[in-house]
Structures are given as C-alpha cells and as structure tokens.
Nanobody, 123 residues
C-alpha cells in the first residue's frame, strides 16, 4: 500500500509554532527522499524542506532556514516539519511528498503525494 497522510495544520498567530506530521506506508517511507512542499493561492508550488533516507541529510528553502526543522521517526515511519516563528507569508497548503528527489527543490522526481494540510498564519 502506498500512501502519505499529513496532519497538524491549523491557524496560528504570527510568531507561533506548528508541527506537521506525515505518516507513510512502508513502501513510501523507503524512498530516497521525503519532503514538504507548499502552495499558496495564486502562487506556484515550492519546496520547503527535504530529508534523505539513510544519511538523514536535510535541505531547506532559504525562506524557512533557521525557523523550520524536518525530521523523521523510523519506528513510526513518520516525517515531521516543526515550524517556529511563523509568518503570514508561510500561509499555504502544505504537502508531504516522497520519491527519488533528484529534482529538489523541484517536484518532478516526487511520485507520491499526500492530500495536504492547511496552515494559516494571521498577522
């Protein structure tokens, strides 16, 4: 079974924090790279953070460096995105994705996607 299920989105004031979770099936969790993308209304989808299987090497978009942290729990087959010091411009639908990851921060090499979780930050 292939699947990604996100949770943890919600509404928060600027400066607040949220933690997103992405529960994966075993097949999906074993892919080379798992990451978070986001898409705001009227804007293109953008890569936010990625974590690579085995090495646990991480990569972040410049706009979230120092504020967001991606991590994984192998026992739970879950990837997390801890978001601190949230800003209004972080408001978007956040998607978990898995795949080869060679296109990061582009989405071309990510074959498996969750349904998304909404994050709304009010200023």
């Amino acid at each position: 079974q292939v699947g990604l299920v996100e949770s943890g989105g919600g509404s928060v004031q600027a400066g607040g924090s949220l933690r997103l979770s992405c529960a994966a099936s075993e097949y999906t969790y074993r892919t080379n790279c798992m990451c978070w993308f986001r898409q705001a209304p009227g804007k293109e989808r953008e890569g936010v953070a990625a974590i690579y299987t085995g090495s646990d090497m991480t990569s972040y978009d410049d706009s979230v460096k120092g504020r967001f942290t991606i991590s994984r729990d192998n026992a739970k087959m879950t990837v997390y995105l801890q978001m601190n010091s949230l800003k209004a411009e972080d408001t978007a639908m956040y998607y978990c994705a898995a795949g080869w990851g060679g296109s990061w921060p582009g989405a071309d090499d990510f074959y498996y996607w969750g349904q998304g979780t909404q994050v709304t930050v009010s200023s």
